[in-house]
């Protein structure tokens, strides 16, 4: 359906709209060099709402980056593992779907806003793909740019800010634990809550762990208010084997979960982080694994754990 130049997409009064995730997401290759997958996969969950996932032929972080479409604006939610245009070509492949939506939404000064679930590596590297884009705004990963930004002043972390795209109106949630410039989007249109590397399927990195148990709490309590249909991270890593997860680097994951989670997964995520205090460990439950205050000496069995997972593997074939 084509709107006239003038005429203002209704996210409010229908919200929130019924979208798909019946999508067979890419899940990697035995061998990069047989790989058929596309550098990026593209799902429409619906037609102002776009999910990419980068292939794990580039990397094997495979992050899932959101496009939302608004009426003066999309917002670009992380920009991937990869930096070089030629390996991930993040930038060509968003102004392609701008482009579409566009055609059948023709407006003028059409903006585009990148911003980030928070600021690691394997979500801001392709972030230079857009530093000469026309009417872009590239909103830096530092703490405090992400605060000035979307105005929290005094609000950050405490309290929900709104972000508007004309019409489609987003909560932003300060939520650090895992990293200090962590947010979470609320979304109404959709009713999906996107949380980045704070809450998903697969291990959950805790640094700070007090803030992450604030942050737990405050995402319950946003939620009882809400209609949220989806809470979806940026990363799957378990297997669908409760308590199992691909081990770090896994460029395979043939049996992986499904990357949404829902709101009773949410509560148990902030209930066994509760469980935990101030303790440092690994804690496996069904759906996640919490690392509490991730230390070198965790990190180095992880990565051991990746080699040698990847070295069985090329013996095998």
């Known amino acids: 359906m084509t709107t006239r130049p003038d ?8 919200a929130p709209t019924t979208g798909s995730l019946d999508v067979a997401w890419n899940h990697g290759a035995r061998s990069k060099r047989r790989s058929t997958e596309p550098r990026i996969q593209i799902h429409r969950y619906d037609e102002h709402t776009v999910i990419l996932r980068q292939s794990k032929s580039v990397s094997f972080e495979a992050p899932f980056i959101f496009l939302l479409f608004g009426n003066e604006r999309a917002l670009l939610l992380d920009t991937g593992a ?19 939506w566009l055609e059948k ?43 000035q930004f979307f105005g929290f002043g ?41 949380t980045g590397d704070t809450v998903l399927p697969g291990r959950l990195y805790v640094f700070d762990v007090a803030a992450f148990r604030e942050t737990l709490d405050r995402l319950v309590a946003f939620v009882e208010t809400r209609t949220v249909t989806h809470v979806f991270g940026c990363h ?72 040698t997972h990847k070295l069985w593997g090329m013996a095998a074939r």
């Open 7 to 14: 005429e203002l997409i209704d996210f409010s009064s229908s």
């Open 82 to 100: 990869t930096a070089d245009p030629q390996r991930f070509p993040l930038r060509e492949t968003v102004d392609g779907l701008i482009d579409e």
């Open 105 to 147: 939404h023709p407006r003028e000064g059409y903006q585009l806003v990148v911003a980030h679930t928070h600021g690691h590596n394997d979500h801001v590297a392709a972030d230079k793909q857009f530093a000469d884009r026309p009417a872009t705004t590239v909103v830096a990963r530092e703490v405090e740019v992400v605060q």
């Open 154 to 194: 005094d609000a950050w972390p405490t309290e929900a800010v709104r972000f508007d795209l004309g019409g489609r109106i987003l909560d932003v949630l300060g939520t650090p634990g895992h990293h200090k410039a962590s947010i979470t989007v609320y979304d109404a249109w959709t009713g999906i809550l996107f």
């Open 236 to 307: 799957v890593e378990m297997t669908n084997r409760p308590g199992r997860d691909y081990p770090l680097g896994s460029t395979y994951q043939p049996d992986e979960r499904v990357p949404q989670m829902t709101v009773a997964q949410l509560i148990a995520v902030r209930d066994a982080a509760a469980s935990l205090g101030d303790q440092r460990g690994t804690y496996r439950f069904d759906d996640f694994i919490i690392y509490s205050k991730l230390n070198i000496g965790v990190q180095l069995k992880l990565i051991a754990r990746g080699l």
